[in-house]
């Protein structure tokens, strides 16, 4: 099984959807978001929500998350670690017994994926690969769409500069912040009128890919705002995943250790090779 560019950036979002943590059994108390939107310049719209967004230098949460393709569902529990524009760790645990099955790491210029199941890894720099060389979403922008947050393709944050990049209107009670990547991909933000990212829109219709990524229920942590729930829907070549991923709280800026070991006895396999055990090509 060979996959495309655009083809590759897709499995490995899904894999990281299907990957990043999920419910814990604890209550959670929700807050209203959306609204009626008020009149707003063009840079105070960008302003108003790059301030809402949570500020943190370490991430961690742990749950499940479930993903459907066609009539088939599975639902894991993981733990996510982020350490701010360094590096996204997620590790799928076993159901019950809570051992490790499989663990993606992404730094800015690499990927790596253990799968002790498999006894198998990957380990691939992205400045190699010639696949992903025509576009430019990054570490960064993966980042901001996990923690719901506004980017710019292949931008490691949002400037003032960037603010003429976005083509700005308002529909349905909330903001459309327009932009467009290479590869023509492009790329559409909904903002509500409490400031907070309500979805995110990345799609290319020529090369029949979509990934529609919605952020729900809100819930007040001290002073922060941020989303519980999260549903992604991916398209690609006709093929769909649903995914759903919800937690209850975020750990933020506590520490905890990064594990990037790797078995000597585990083989070396093409990024390909492993994940066309998991996606079988119709």
């Known amino acids: 099984m060979r996959l495309n560019g655009l083809n590759k950036i897709a499995v490995l979002l899904f ?12 209550s959670k108390k929700i807050i209203t978001t959306g609204g009626t939107l008020e009149e707003k310049s063009h840079n105070r719209i960008i302003e108003d929500a790059l301030f809402s967004e949570v500020k943190f230098k370490t ?9 459907k393709a066609g009539n088939s569902s599975q639902k894991v529990p993981a733990v996510f670690k982020m350490v701010k524009d360094s590096i996204l760790q997620v590790s799928i645990r076993i159901p019950i017994l809570g051992g490790e099955a499989m ?20 380990a691939e720099r992205f400045k190699d690969s010639k696949a992903i060389a025509g576009f430019d979403f990054n570490f960064y922008n993966l980042q901001a ?5 506004l980017f710019i393709p292949g931008n490691r944050e949002v400037t003032e500069k960037d603010f003429q990049k976005y083509d700005i ?38 090369k ?8 729900n229920d809100f819930i007040k942590d001290n002073n922060l705002v941020y989303p519980t729930n999260m549903q992604a829907k991916v398209d690609v070549a006709k093929r769909r995943v649903d995914i759903n991923i919800t937690y209850d709280k975020l750990e933020i800026d506590k520490s905890f250790s990064i594990d990037n070991s790797i078995s000597p006895k585990y083989t ?12 079988k090509k119709k």
Not at 106 to 112: Q, Y
Request: hydrophobic share 40%.
């Open 208 to 215: 029949k890919i979509t990934l529609q990524w919605s952020y």
């Open 268 to 279: 070396k396999v093409d990024f390909s090779d492993l994940i066309g055990t998991y996606i």
């Open 15 to 26: 894999i990281i959807s299907a990957l990043f943590a999920g419910s814990s059994c604890k």
């Open 59 to 67: 991430l961690t949460t742990k749950g499940n998350v479930e993903f």
């Open 145 to 149: 769409l996990f923690t719901n947050k």
């Open 169 to 206: 209107s308002s529909a349905n009670d909330v903001y459309m912040l327009k932009t467009k990547g290479k590869g023509d991909l492009l790329y559409n933000f909904a903002v509500d009128a409490t400031n907070h990212v309500a979805s995110t829109l990345i799609y290319n219709e020529k």
């Open 103 to 122: 663990r993606l790491t992404i730094t800015p210029d690499s990927i790596f994926m253990v799968d002790r199941m498999k006894k198998q890894y990957i």
